[in-house]
């Protein structure tokens, strides 16, 4: 079953603010990938980390694969109505298939 | 570049009924797979082909057949369709297995 915790679930935003959102695992990690996905479409590939302590950019986006290679980060800056949709991250082990977690949801805050 | 293309979008079958959902991508990619995802389940890979003529299990396999007619094009068939099959489905390519993949828009399938 699914190995990787994702946090928060839901998350409101507001135009301008900035915006983090996580993955944990027990197990260590290889490559972790973040990816968006909005209503109707299939997910779409964001960043793609494969080092530990690797830091990478995509724009306003910005994630980290962290030092113990049992988590990632998400972090995106200012946020921009168009930033709303699922976030998934997804993880592999040396061994073994993808994993992906249960997504956040970004809504823009009512 | 249309990437991976999934056929068709949107689907409704009646308990008991089969169907074929097809898949195909341009990216000369080696590995495909198929996910299907459930609200507050994220995607959970049902079957997939690491490289031409090779099919294995995922985590969810049960009612579902594959075949990988190709390098670019990979089958999902549910023989004999069930309400718990109702979910929307994703088709994926990598290049080879396990590393980044790129996802087709879905199908959207309703078992009533």
Known sequence: GQQLNQSPQSMFIQEGEDVSMNCTSSSIFNTWLWYKQD??????????????????????????????????????????????????????????NLIFGKGTKLSVKP | NAGVTQTPKFQVLKTGQSMTLQCAQDMNHNSMYWYRQDPGMGLRLIYYSASE??????????????????????????ESAAPSQTSVYFCASMRVVNTEAFFGQGTRLTVV
């Open chain 1, 39 to 96: 209503p109707g479409e299939g997910p779409v590939l964001l960043i793609a980390l494969y080092k530990a302590g690797e830091l990478t950019s995509n724009g306003r986006l910005t994630a980290q694969f962290g030092i113990t290679r049992k988590d990632s980060f998400l972090n995106i800056s200012a946020s921009i109505p168009s930033d709303v949709g699922i976030y998934f991250c997804a993880g592999r082990r040396s061994q073994g």
């Open chain 2, 53 to 78: 003529g090779t099919t294995d299990k995922g985590e969810v396999p049960n009612g579902y057949n594959v075949s990988r007619l190709n390098k670019r094009e990979f089958s999902l068939r549910l």
